[in-house]
């Protein structure tokens, strides 16, 4: 197939489209490097500099194309909470523009990446798709807009749009990992802390109903997650949109996280324990049952794999 991938020099999509590649696809990546890096764009894809806004109709225009994979988003929490009407215009407004530049130039399926983060604090865990959306930061709710204006474009327009949810995104695919300029992720945090970049981990509560008193979250690798979107590609059906959430419908706290990245590096790793952040919910699994039933899927790399290839990419 003949593909655009949206934010594609960023994480996720820099290893989704090597993948895309390896299976014979033709990928165009359209990213305005804000937060991506254009090296990070694997050989073989053309990368064009823009917005969607910008770009995306006249890339769309050349023809040809099958699909798109939409990976472009701000994603800090913390900053949608200072800075909303910003990640509402740059989640929701450009993919606004883009889905409107597929309407009319005939691109009819579409693969989204959506955020377990739609839930916000969840009633029940594991969660199921159907649980009712509760974000907690504009960063979440702009991503829930987001599912329901594809909704509407598949009942109005005949699109045919698959939306992922991803839970905790961790790993490393080769060369391809995460290089964020402000880093939030805790492998990513615990790595470099690690390395000598920080004094120590930050552990925001050790009080929580938990084993250890720590955070739990569900944590999937990135190569399992690219697999997911290929599988996704193949099931957007007219007129339709699915959601299904991605994840390994287990979980890890922070504390297991941090002991896992200590056995792997054979580093002491020095944490310091501090206050509860506002708004972050004791436990969150994912329940992918749903993507396991209708695509086959499943997370096959466990915990320890995900931080030896983020460990890997931390080090090169």
């Known amino acids: 197939m003949n593909l655009l991938v949206t934010g594609g020099a960023g994480y996720i999509g820099s290893v989704v489209t090597a993948q895309l590649l390896a299976e014979g696809h033709e990928v165009v990546v359209l990213d305005d490097l804000s937060t991506g890096h254009a090296d990070a764009v694997p050989e073989g894809a053309r990368l064009v500099r823009g917005s969607l806004r910008e770009a995306a109709e006249a890339v769309l225009a050349e023809g040809g194309f099958d699909a798109v994979l939409h990976f472009a988003a701000k994603s800090l929490v913390g900053e949608s909470v200072a ?23 005939g691109v009819a399926k579409i693969v989204f990446s959506s955020t377990a983060a739609a839930y916000g604090d969840p009633e029940r865990t594991p969660i199921p798709e159907d649980a009712p959306p509760r974000p907690t930061s504009p960063y979440g709710a702009t991503k829930l807009a987001i599912d329901g204006v594809l909704t509407a474009y598949a009942r109005l327009h005949g699109l045919g749009a698959v939306s992922l949810r991803y839970f905790n995104v961790a ?15 805790l492998i990513p945090n615990v790595l470099a802390a690690a390395l000598g970049r920080h004094e120590a981990v930050r552990i925001f509560g050790a009080d929580y109903p938990t ?16 697999r997911a979107h290929l599988l996704a590609l193949d099931a957007c059906a007219p007129g339709a949109h699915v959601v299904y959430n991605l994840g390994s419908g287990g979980g890890h706290s922070v504390g297991e996280v941090i ?6 590096t054979g580093l002491p790793i020095p944490a310091v324990i501090e206050e509860r952040r506002p708004g972050d919910p004791a436990i969150l699994v994912a329940s992918s049952a749903a993507i396991a039933r209708d695509l086959g899927w499943k997370a096959e790399r466990g915990l320890n794999e995900m931080v030896a290839d983020a460990w890997g990419f931390a080090r090169r």
């Open 259 to 264: 002991d896992v990245c200590r056995e792997v």
């Open 83 to 105: 800075r909303p009407a910003l990640y509402w215009d740059a989640n929701l407004g450009e993919s606004l523009a883009l889905f409107e530049a597929m309407r009319r130039t």
């Open 211 to 226: 084993p250890d008193g720590t955070c739990v979250r569900d944590y999937v690798h990135v190569v399992d997650l690219g």
């Open 171 to 185: 790993g490393a695919h080769g060369r391809f990992g995460e290089r964020h300029a402000v880093e939030t992720h």
